[in-house]
């Protein structure tokens, strides 16, 4: 696609319940990188894809939060036994980089999680 | 104390001024970036800067690596440049962004 593609685009659940977001990149890029927006509060960082690898999880905040990346394109960021403090706009980007820096990074609409 | 930090919070401008917007940072980096982010709309990318000055449009960014110093400047604003911006900076092994608390600006007409 032409950008970095989101969905679902909005998700309400109830706590207690899995949630499965995914992230469709620009075609080629290999670095995919998921980032949390909560309300009123910045930006952080969750996890680093570099093709199908993941060298940096340190952002998950808890052992509910995983994430994979199958064919070095399409990610799911998955959340089990949601809680409120999960709700937030859940970002996803992309670059051609390979780790190195100074790439253009391309991101998502995102994901508006509220969870109930 | 933040990696980021940018200044001001907050600011309102008159359509038609000039408006600097400043990020400082504490870790080594290899690449600054400047987003865009509109209310309720997603992030784009302005710049990406790794030393010097880069100008598009009314949009300049200027980079001082000696310094940790980073500016975004914007001539003759205008209403629709009403927006967060946030500045990140990548470094690390992965070269994750790791951002600035973002800057509020409202033009005014």
């Known amino acids: 696609g032409a950008g970095v593609s989101q969905s679902p685009s909005n998700k309400v659940t109830e706590k207690g319940k899995d949630v499965e977001l995914r992230c469709d990149p620009i075609s080629g890029h290999t670095a995919l990188y998921w980032y949390r927006q909560s309300l009123g509060q910045g930006l952080e960082f969750l996890i680093y894809?570099?093709?199908?690898?993941?060298?940096?999880k340190s952002g998950l905040p808890s052992d509910r939060f995983s994430a994979e990346r199958t064919g070095g394109s399409v990610s799911t960021l998955t959340i089990q036994r949601t809680q409120q403090e999960d709700s937030a706009v859940y970002l996803c980007a992309s670059s051609s980089g390979q780790g190195n820096g100074g790439n253009t990074i391309y991101f998502g609409e995102g994901s508006w999680l509220t969870v109930v | 104390k933040n990696e980021v930090e940018q200044s001001p919070q907050n600011l309102t401008a008159q359509e038609g001024e000039f408006i600097t917007i400043n990020c400082s940072y504490s870790?080594?980096?290899?690449?600054l970036h400047w987003l865009q982010q509109h209310p309720g709309g997603g992030i784009v990318s302005l710049f990406m800067l790794s030393s010097g000055k880069k100008k598009h449009g009314r949009l300049i960014a200027t980079i001082n690596i000696q310094e940790k110093h980073s500016s975004l400047h914007i001539t003759a604003s205008h209403p629709r440049d009403s927006a967060v911006y946030i500045c990140?900076?990548?470094?690390?092994?992965?070269?994750?962004?790791?951002f600035g608390t973002g800057t509020l600006l409202a033009v005014q007409p």
């Open positions: 894809f570099q093709g199908n690898s993941a060298p940096d």
């Open positions: 870790v080594g980096i290899s690449a």
């Open positions: 990140a900076v990548e470094g690390g092994a992965t070269n994750k962004l790791i």
